[in-house]
Each structure stands twice: as C-alpha cells, then as structure tokens.
C-alpha cells in the first residue's frame, strides 16, 4: 500500500465506512477523546501491523471523520484512539490498542484472547502493539440485487417459529455440497428448505449471526463461543458462516434471506444488546470500551471504574445514554432496512430497559424508539423477558408489540408430562395462552411465545432421557448450566435399550410436542428436535463446535416416523383455527349453538368445579370451540374453528373418558394419539386414554 496517502476532512454522517464510488468516508463516534487514527492494513498480509496510520482531520459533535479518495471495497482498517486513562471516571483511552470499528459491515480475521488486549493498570508502561490480536474491520460494497424480495409478513397467529443455529443446523447433512455446510447458503439448501416447509415451519430464528468474539475464559480452556453471545460486529454477519470474510458474509447473508423469503420463511435474528465481550473493566479491551466508555457502558456510581453487570458477562450496555441508544438502534435498522430481517428476539431483554436506578422500566427509551419507529415496529419484536439483575423475571412485562419468551409454559408442560400431579391448574392456564400472565395488560394469546426446549437447555430428546445434567465437557466441574430443569429418565439415566423404557421415552416427546402444537400462543421448536437430536445430557453445550451440538441427519425408521408426527401435530394446528384464536378464552358462550369457548371436563364429562383444581390428579379435559371462522389460509380461504376435544393423562394407569355430547350433527373423530395411531374404536361414548398419553378429537359435522 503507498505510503503517501492523505485523508481529507469528510463527513460525521454516517458514522462508518461508507464507499461512494470514488473513496470511503470514515466516521467515529468518540467525544470524550482526544484524537483518533485511522490504520490501514495490506490486504495480502492481514495479519501484519498496519501499513498507514492517518490521524482523522475533522472533527464535528464529537465524532472524527475523514474522507480517503481511491479506496474501496475489500480495505482492511481499524481505529486507534487518543485521550485520558482515568478509569475511575470510566476515561479508558490507549492508543496502544487497535480498536475494531462497532459499525464495520464485516469483519476479517479472529480475535485471539491475548494479555495484551487487558487493561493497563495505572501507573504501566502502555502494553506492545495489539494489532496482532483483533480482526480488521473491512469496507464493503453495500450494492445488493434484492430482486423481487418481500417480507412474507406471516401473521402471529400462524407463525410456527424454529429456532436454529447455522452450522449446527446445516453442518452435517448429507444433502449439502461441502462448500455449503456450516454456512449461511446451507440454509437456502432445497433439501432443508423442503423439510422446514414439509414440517410447518413460517420462521426461522437464527441463534446470533452477528460477528462474535471470543471470550477470554474460553480461550484459556481451548473452547469456543459456539451459541455466538458476545458481539463484538453489531453491523457484521459473522465470518463463521460464509465462503470469506472480505464482505462475502455480507453477500451471502443477503442471499439467504432473499432464498428463505422466496421460500416463505421469515428470518428472525437473535440479537445480543446486553453486553459485549470486553467483559469487566480488567477485561480485553477491543472497540466500545476504548472509544468512549463513559458513552456505552452501564457505571457503578458506588465503586467507580466498575461496571454494573445485568447479563452476567461482566458489563451491561446502558441504553439509557444517547450515543448507546443510538447505536443500537441504528444496528436494528441497518439489518431490517439493509438486510431485509424480519424480526429480532432480544436476548436478556431487561437489562435494555433498566431506568438509571436499575429498575426494570415498561416505558423505557429503547421500548419507546422501538414502537415509535416506522421500520422496526413493523418487524417481529420477541423478549426474552429475564436478566441477572434484581427482580430480573419479568414475564409479562414488556408492553405491545412485543412477545415474549414463555419459560413458564416450558417448565408447566414438562412438569405435568414428567407426572406432576399437582400442576392440572398451572397447565391449564399454559395451553388456553397463558391469559393469567397476558391478558391483565390487554396483550393477546399471541403474545405467549410456547416453547418446551431451546438452545439453552436439554433438548426434546434429552428431557425424556435425563434426570441430571452432564455438562463435564465445558470443564467448569459441572457448575454451569441450569439445575432441576423439569424432566424425566423413565428408569434409565442417559442411553437405553430396554423397549420399555424407550416406548415411555417415545410416548413423552411425542406428548410434549403435541402440547406444544395445540396450546394457544405460538410455538417454537428447537432445531433437530424433530429429528431426535441429542446432547448427551449437556444442558449448556455453548462451548462445543462439534458433533454434539450438530444435527445427525442419519436418522431411523423411529426418528422419521416421530417428524412425521410433529408434522401431523402442526398440520392439524394449521387446519383448524380454534387452535389460533386471536383473544384469550373466557368461558363464556359464543355462537349461535351457545357452545362454551372452553369447558374443562372431568374424565365423566361433567364440568371441573372449583374444588376439583385444588384436588391432584392426572386426568383432564378440555372442550374448545369458537363461535365462527375467524382466519385465513394462505390462500386467502376462510378457515372453520372446528370443536376439538382434548383428553389428557399424564398418570401411570389407562383412564376412561366420557365424550361429551354436543348439539351437533356429527361426531368426534380422533385425529391424533401419543400412544400410538389415531383411529381407535370406541366403546359407545367412551374413550380410554392410555397412561402418559394426550388424544385429540376434533368435531366432523354430517349433513
């Protein structure tokens, strides 16, 4: 690269690299400093010390900036910037430290944890050069041919959502060309795109897709940040997941999208505004902390030069600060605007939404800029609504539109299929959409997001394997990962060849899914649950790029009949729209035929009295129906809300249900059977539920 190259003034807007076509624009946001450098890098050498180091010559409101005629796309840079180290007054400038810019469109190159990324001590000499140890930011050319694109735009009320992770989702199946496992094009596969539509899946939810960095303490263990919590690129796809990182994953990531809308798949992205991994103040230091600390990070008013910690990683973004606030919710807009997402879950949610005391605030600046804003309020929203902070749980909290994580439901439903027979109340407020949680604040079903197993975890097949966690491959002597999380061995700890045991396994995973399907909200599936995914008993496996956390596509006759049935289970769900209603049950009756909207049954038929809540048992059911069709296929066709029958056992024995009689002409016709396949006959108006097992019955009217 020449050597006599001079950056002109620029613009302060837009904060970034921005190529026009004849140079880049380079723009940094750092008031309290008092100089910054821009370094320039050989490509052909990337890992080199910089090749130019040019100070930027404007300055305008606090952000430096710069104009650099002839460069372009492909141009690997980074920041160094000048001021005060003074801790205690959260002042943390070093020069020493090539800083990566927070708004680079990509990023080239991994961080390497090293010593001499950690903060100096007062009083050192400033540590050697740490160019060696951070990627380098890369100019990208943001021209992009989106075609036809359009956000499928499907409606709440049909949304089946699966949350997944790139490459252990795409990484071993057997379908892919090599070039495309374990990346983003994986993705947009036929194969996989079939079986995601086979299934019934609308949306996928991608565990963090942007560019990550690697926490220190991994480092030090030889692990890696598989799950990706712990940005470090806000405007960045990772470079994991494409051919290259010279702005290919921009490029790639695109064409994903482009694909899975082409497809009818929405994208929702796990998104990770928390915290960043430059963990506590004696962490590494890499962009935000060396930029502007006072401007990003929560502070601790009682202990200066500490940080207040909500997420448990060592520091908190405070979006209580304009340029934090800002930041963030530029990065939201760049990938719903730029990259055409249609959704973001928002991971530790709380701690975004924390008032300058700490308490958690329904009418916070980031929740207000969310329903304020043209583009993001038009996207999906989810919260996952808990952090590590005082009074973190804070389910049913957040205000319209936003959904919510639903770990309650989680724990009801396993609890109840793990023999709980002091959880019939609890469950039933889980399937009717959690109305004793949502419905106070006006919010919908809808706003339930149901789910049994996600990333964090034991998955589907593992709830029914396992009593204990079995996390000893994280090497933190087993202190990671949830304790007591609801499940059930059914004799055995772990793998079993007893046809017994595997029967009641079976049974259990077919009973969780089946809830999941047919509870009012929307549900989520965790990816390869379908299939019969394992992790060996680790609840918490987000240290392991390997086989464990990959999906094994080589399955059974028993694992594809068992994505069959999943398939069934959603299938009905779609096909019947009492299912999907949009308001809450009441109890009350609707239609013309005065049928109650939800009549909760002994196993005799008649009606559950106050007294029978509070007696324990296994046995309910559940009558709903829906006073007319209120939705519409995809194809625009009204959709009938048929009388469904649920008859529920999650006890050791066989128990018999009287089937109710409606005025109707027609009759119940079963549809599914955990047990085995539907389509029994029935003794009269008697039906026998087998122990551990969920039929449903749905309503074919006769002429």
Same mark, same amino acid.
């Given at each position: 690269?020449?050597?006599?190259?001079?950056?002109?003034?620029?613009?302060?807007?837009?904060?970034?690299?921005?190529?026009?076509?004849?140079?880049?624009?380079?723009?940094?946001?750092?008031?309290?400093?008092?100089?910054?450098?821009?370094?320039?890098?050989?490509?052909?050498?990337?890992?080199?010390?910089?090749?130019?180091?040019?100070?930027?010559?404007?300055?305008?409101?606090?952000?430096?900036?710069?104009?650099?005629?002839?460069?372009?796309?492909?141009?690997?840079?980074?920041?160094?910037?000048?001021?005060?180290?003074?801790?205690?007054?959260?002042?943390?400038?070093?020069?020493?430290?090539?800083?990566?810019?927070?708004?680079?469109?990509?990023?080239?190159?991994?961080?390497?944890?090293?010593?001499?990324?950690?903060?100096?001590?007062?009083?050192?000499?400033?540590?050697?050069?740490?160019?060696?140890?951070?990627?380098?930011?890369?100019?990208?050319?943001?021209?992009?041919?989106?075609?036809?694109?359009?956000?499928?735009?499907?409606?709440?009320?049909?949304?089946?959502?699966?949350?997944?992770?790139?490459?252990?989702?795409?990484?071993?199946?057997?379908?892919?060309?090599?070039?495309?496992?374990?990346?983003?094009?994986?993705?947009?596969?036929?194969?996989?795109?079939?079986?995601?539509?086979?299934?019934?899946?609308?949306?996928?939810?991608?565990?963090?897709?942007?560019?990550?960095?690697?926490?220190?303490?991994?480092?030090?263990?030889?692990?890696?940040?598989?799950?990706?919590?712990?940005?470090?690129?806000?405007?960045?796809?990772?470079?994991?997941?494409?051919?290259?990182?010279?702005?290919?994953?921009?490029?790639?990531?695109?064409?994903?999208?482009?694909?899975?809308?082409?497809?009818?798949?929405?994208?929702?992205?796990?998104?990770?505004?928390?915290?960043?991994?430059?963990?506590?103040?004696?962490?590494?230091?890499?962009?935000?902390?060396?930029?502007?600390?006072?401007?990003?990070?929560?502070?601790?008013?009682?202990?200066?030069?500490?940080?207040?910690?909500?997420?448990?990683?060592?520091?908190?973004?405070?979006?209580?600060?304009?340029?934090?606030?800002?930041?963030?919710?530029?990065?939201?807009?760049?990938?719903?605007?730029?990259?055409?997402?249609?959704?973001?879950?928002?991971?530790?949610?709380?701690?975004?939404?924390?008032?300058?005391?700490?308490?958690?605030?329904?009418?916070?600046?980031?929740?207000?800029?969310?329903?304020?804003?043209?583009?993001?309020?038009?996207?999906?929203?989810?919260?996952?609504?808990?952090?590590?902070?005082?009074?973190?749980?804070?389910?049913?909290?957040?205000?319209?539109?936003?959904?919510?994580?639903?770990?309650?439901?989680?724990?009801?439903?396993?609890?109840?299929?793990?023999?709980?027979?002091?959880?019939?109340?609890?469950?039933?407020?889980?399937?009717?959409?959690?109305?004793?949680?949502?419905?106070?604040?006006?919010?919908?079903?809808?706003?339930?997001?149901?789910?049994?197993?996600?990333?964090?975890?034991?998955?589907?097949?593992?709830?029914?394997?396992?009593?204990?966690?079995?996390?000893?491959?994280?090497?933190?002597?087993?202190?990671?990962?949830?304790?007591?999380?609801?499940?059930?061995?059914?004799?055995?700890?772990?793998?079993?060849?007893?046809?017994?045991?595997?029967?009641?396994?079976?049974?259990?995973?077919?009973?969780?899914? !089946?809830?999941? $399907? +047919?509870? @009012?909200?929307?549900?989520?599936?965790?990816?390869? *649950?379908?299939? =019969?995914?394992?992790? #060996?008993?680790?609840?918490?496996?987000?240290?392991?790029?390997?086989?464990?956390?990959?999906?094994?596509?080589?399955?059974?006759?028993?694992?594809?009949?068992?994505?069959?049935?999943?398939?069934?289970?959603?299938?009905?769900?779609?096909?019947?729209?009492?299912?999907?209603?949009?308001?809450?049950?009441?109890?009350?009756?609707?239609?013309?035929?005065?049928?109650?909207?939800?009549?909760?049954?002994?196993?005799?038929?008649?009606?559950?009295?106050?007294?029978?809540?509070?007696?324990?048992?296994?046995?309910?059911?559940?009558?709903?129906?829906?006073?007319?069709?209120?939705?519409?296929?995809?194809?625009?066709?009204?959709?009938?809300?048929?009388?469904?029958?649920?008859?529920?056992?999650?006890?050791?024995?066989?128990?018999?249900? !009287?089937?109710? $009689? +409606?005025? @109707?002409?027609?009759?119940?016709?079963?549809?599914? *059977?955990?047990? =085995?396949?539907?389509? #029994?006959?029935?003794?009269?108006?008697?039906?026998?539920?087998?122990?551990?097992?969920?039929?449903?019955?749905?309503?074919?009217?006769?002429?």
């Amino acid at each position: 690269m020449e050597r006599d190259l001079k950056l002109e003034p620029g613009r302060p807007e837009p904060l970034g690299a921005v190529w026009d076509g004849a140079g880049v624009n380079f723009a940094l946001q750092s008031a309290a400093s008092t100089g910054a450098e821009l370094c320039l890098f050989d490509a052909e050498a990337p890992g080199a010390p910089e090749t130019q180091r040019l100070p930027l010559p404007g300055r305008t409101n606090g952000v430096w900036h710069g104009y650099l005629p002839g460069a372009g796309p492909g141009l690997l840079y980074g920041y160094r910037v000048s001021g005060p180290w003074l801790p205690e007054q959260s002042l943390r400038f070093d020069s020493s430290k090539l800083l990566v810019d927070p708004r680079a469109a990509a990023l080239s190159g991994p961080l390497v944890w090293d010593e001499a990324l950690t903060a100096r001590p007062d009083g050192e000499t400033p540590p050697s050069d740490t160019a060696p140890f951070v990627p380098r930011a890369v100019v990208v050319d943001p021209a992009f041919d989106w075609q036809d694109d359009c956000l499928p735009q499907t409606p709440w009320s049909r949304s089946v959502l699966y949350e997944c992770h790139v490459k252990g989702m795409t990484q071993q199946h057997p379908g892919l060309p090599p070039d495309q496992r374990g990346r983003f094009l994986g993705l947009t596969h036929p194969d996989l795109l079939d079986h995601l539509r086979t299934l019934g899946v609308t949306s996928l939810c991608l565990l963090p897709v942007q560019h990550a960095g690697l926490d220190a303490h991994l480092g030090r263990r030889g692990l890696v940040n598989y799950w990706g919590y712990g940005t470090l690129g806000f405007f960045a796809p990772d470079a994991r997941f494409a051919s290259g990182d010279r702005g290919e994953q921009v490029h790639e990531f695109r064409q994903m999208v482009r694909a899975l809308h082409a497809a009818g798949l929405e994208v929702i992205l796990d998104v990770v505004y928390n915290h960043t991994p430059e963990t506590d103040p004696r962490g590494a230091t890499f962009n935000l902390r060396g930029i502007d600390d006072a401007a990003y990070y929560r502070h601790d008013l009682i202990h200066p030069g500490e940080y207040v910690d909500y997420s448990g990683c060592g520091n908190s973004l405070d979006l209580n600060s304009p340029v934090a606030l800002e930041f963030v919710l530029d990065s939201l807009r760049y990938w719903a605007g730029e990259m055409h997402v249609d959704g973001f879950r928002f991971d530790l949610a709380p701690a975004l939404c924390r008032d300058a005391e700490g308490r958690f605030n329904p009418e916070a600046p980031f929740l207000r800029c969310l329903r304020e804003d043209p583009l993001l309020a038009q996207r999906k929203l989810i919260a996952e609504p808990w952090d590590l902070g005082p009074d973190g749980h804070r389910l049913g909290g957040f205000p319209s539109p936003f959904a919510e994580w639903n770990d309650q439901y989680r724990d009801v439903v396993r609890r109840y299929w793990c023999g709980d027979p002091g959880n019939r109340p609890a469950l039933a407020a889980a399937l009717s959409g959690s109305s004793n949680i949502f419905e106070p604040s006006g919010r919908t079903p809808q706003a339930s997001i149901n789910f049994v197993t996600c990333h964090d975890g034991f998955t589907l097949s593992d709830v029914a394997s396992y009593n204990e966690k079995h996390n000893e491959a994280n090497l933190e002597q087993g202190g990671d990962g949830r304790n007591g999380e609801p499940s059930c061995n059914w004799g055995v700890e772990g793998p079993c060849e007893d046809a017994a045991v595997r029967r009641l396994r079976e049974r259990a995973r077919r009973n969780l899914i !089946a809830t999941l $399907a +047919l509870s @009012l909200g929307v549900p989520m599936l965790s990816h390869g *649950d379908e299939l =019969g995914r394992t992790q #060996r008993g680790n609840n918490n496996a987000y240290c392991h790029d390997s086989d464990l956390t990959w999906v094994d596509w080589s399955f059974d006759p028993a694992q594809e009949a068992f994505r069959e049935f999943v398939r069934r289970c959603l299938t009905l769900r779609r096909a019947n729209a009492v299912f999907r209603r949009p308001w809450h049950l009441t109890g009350t009756r609707v239609g013309p035929l005065g049928l109650m909207d939800v009549a909760w049954l002994r196993p005799d038929g008649t009606a559950l009295e106050p007294q029978d809540w509070q007696t324990p048992g296994h046995a309910l059911a559940i009558l709903l129906a829906a006073e007319a069709a209120e939705d519409r296929d995809e194809f625009g066709r009204a959709q009938a809300a048929r009388p469904v029958l649920m008859l529920l056992n999650s006890g050791p024995e066989d128990i018999p249900f !009287a089937l109710p $009689a +409606l005025p @109707l002409a027609g009759r119940f016709v079963e549809r599914l *059977d955990t047990a =085995g396949p539907p389509g #029994r006959e029935r003794d009269g108006s008697i039906l026998w539920v087998h122990a551990h097992s969920l039929v449903v019955l749905e309503w074919e009217a006769t002429p």
